[in-house]
């Protein structure tokens, strides 16, 4: 009879940012794009916009990444809890902290109130800052 072996939990990363609404959304889409189902991802803001920056949605467009529907989301206590990585965008907020979860601040430029042309040097850091935490908390599975 086969041993049945317990799942292995994916790791969750929550982004933050005050009006999620740029670079935590373009840091989940990165995620979602980068790590499909090996790990979970969440975005929210303390002060969340009305709607996602269309900078942000137009450079992530220009390489193949569609962040058209998401919608900023507030930032709730449940998801911190829910989450192991919590990453703040060096946009001043915080989150709650609780024992046993990490916490980062990635230093990036604001996309808000940019043209597209500013928006899309922050892209490209954020996926740089993303595949490194995909290398560390949900690396490919060996062949």
Not at 59 to 72: F, L, Y
Not at 88 to 101: A, E, I, L, Q, R
Not at 117 to 143: F, G, N, Q
Request: proline share 8%.
């Amino acid at each position: 009879m086969l041993e049945k072996r317990p799942a292995v939990s994916k790791p969750s990363v929550l982004f933050v940012c005050v009006h999620n609404a740029g670079r935590s959304q373009m840091a989940a889409a990165w995620l979602t794009h980068l790590a499909g189902d090996r790990v979970e991802v969440r975005s929210a803001g303390s002060a969340p916009a009305d709607s996602v920056n269309p900078a942000a949605v137009e450079a992530m467009r220009e390489v193949g990444i569609d962040m058209s529907a998401e919608t900023p989301k507030i930032l709730t206590v449940d998801a911190v809890k829910a989450s192991d990585v919590c990453i703040t965008m060096g946009c001043g907020d915080t989150c709650p902290v609780f024992p046993g979860k990490r916490y980062l601040d990635w230093k990036l430029e604001d996309p808000a109130g940019q043209g597209v042309e500013a928006v899309r040097p922050i892209r490209d850091e954020i996926k740089k800052l993303v595949e490194s935490l995909i290398a560390e908390i949900a690396p490919e599975p060996a062949a």
